[in-house]
């Protein structure tokens, strides 16, 4: 039996987990301990932290692993990318993980390639970071460059705000450096794709719905079909061959977020996965394959197949989120029932009497809601019809976001 080894245990790896299962992989999961849902679903658990290379590298080669893999989520990339180069398998490479697990290198590494994307400077103190606004100037990004899930970036408007931001950027990381970015205006949207021997051969371009709050965006959601035009696609295909050529992509998935704003194309980050926020449910069911199971036939050092179909599906996904903190205090499962077997996909991470967080960052999420939908119109109905089956300190999710 092969065994694929699984870096992460939470929820945006269980279904990766399953696909697994499914196909008759001995699989092997790695994360810290805690009440994580991927460790029911192992075949063995190493609790190891997923950022300890060396570690990582050890239990793989002590299983002898035919393939590792994650989604989801950036800080296993770079033990990926390890364990790949030790032990010759399919995957991402270790020098391009060091780059796309770091901001700053990464965006050295865009202006090198010649990459559309923010003019940034590089700074290693709150002093220094006050200085690159003003040369930037003002709105900037200032961003921890390792962490993922919007944590430790904030957008900045004025020079009092920079050493409380920078402050916090420094706390989130494990680098000695932070980025300062130029503030991009446009349309923010999200592109996954798959490179094979430092060629893209499969790109899906999204539409993005995002969290807006005073000092950041977060991603909240994904739509298929990519609403832009095909001048659009054509200039973001473009950027993001310039992108992975920058980063030295050659045999990985990989996900990227793109402002685009007329005919300008910017690339603001690229990450060596697949991404979150359901959009490999949201592949799947548009281009209609198992995208979770293509992610894993790659790490096995298969050469999935992308088929182009005629009839596609256009769909929507959006996490469910609360805006204040509180206590799960109901959900109506007769509703839920309903909605599934109306053919939406519900997740729903926590039970009745589970403490939830207002949402302040990617990580912040109650559940999430996939559908097919022909218009956002479609989509709103089912998903404020899940809104009213959730119920925080005994008022519903539907009220509380019309407060």
Not at 215 to 222: F, V
Request: net charge negative; glycine share 8%.
């Amino acid at each position: 039996m092969k065994k694929i080894m699984i870096l992460g245990a939470g929820i945006y790896q269980v279904p990766l987990i399953r696909a697994a299962k499914e196909m008759g992989f001995f699989v092997i999961v790695v994360s810290i301990k805690g009440d994580y849902p991927g460790f029911a679903l192992a075949d063995k658990i190493y609790y190891i932290n997923t950022t300890d290379r060396e570690a990582v590298l050890k239990a793989a080669v002590s299983e002898k692993i035919d393939g590792i893999c994650t989604t989801g989520t950036d800080v296993a990339v770079s033990s990926i990318g390890y364990v790949c180069e030790h032990m010759e398998l399919s995957g991402i490479s270790e020098k391009a993980a060091d780059l796309v697990t770091d901001k700053a290198k990464m965006q050295e590494a865009f202006q090198k390639g010649r990459v559309s994307s923010a003019r940034f400077r590089k700074v290693f103190s709150c002093e220094e970071a006050k200085k690159a606004a003003e040369e930037l100037g003002f709105p900037v990004i200032i961003k921890c460059v390792d962490s993922s899930g919007s944590r430790g970036i904030t957008l900045v408007k004025e020079a009092e705000e920079i050493s409380k931001a920078a402050e916090q950027a420094f706390s989130c990381s494990r680098k000695e450096y932070i980025l300062v970015e130029e503030f991009l205006s446009g349309i923010e949207i999200g592109v996954d794709g798959v490179v094979r021997d430092g060629q893209i051969v499969f790109l899906a371009p999204h539409d993005k719905f995002v969290y807006k709050s005073e000092k950041i965006t977060i991603p909240a959601g994904h739509s298929f079909p990519y609403s832009g035009g095909e001048a659009a696609e054509k200039e973001i295909r473009r950027q993001m061959e310039l992108a992975v050529k920058a980063l030295g992509l050659k045999n990985c998935f990989f996900n990227a977020d793109v402002f685009i704003k007329g005919e300008q194309v910017s690339v603001i980050e690229v990450g060596g996965r697949t991404g979150a926020t359901c959009i490999p449910e949201l592949i799947s069911m548009y281009y209609g394959f198992d995208f979770y199971k293509k992610i894993l036939e790659s790490a096995m050092g298969d050469r999935p197949e992308f088929p182009e179909i005629q009839k596609k599906r256009p769909c929507m996904a959006r996490l469910l989120m609360s805006p204040r903190d509180g206590v799960i205090t109901f959900i109506d499962e007769e509703k839920m029932k309903s909605l599934r077997e109306k053919g939406a996909l519900i997740t729903l991470d926590f039970p009745v009497g589970h403490t939830v967080e207002k949402m302040e960052n990617g990580t912040n999420r109650l559940g999430h809601l996939v559908s097919e939908a022909e218009n956002i119109q479609e989509f709103e109905t089912v998903l404020q019809e899940a809104y009213s089956a959730i119920f925080v300190d005994g008022v519903s999710l539907e009220e509380l976001w019309k407060e």
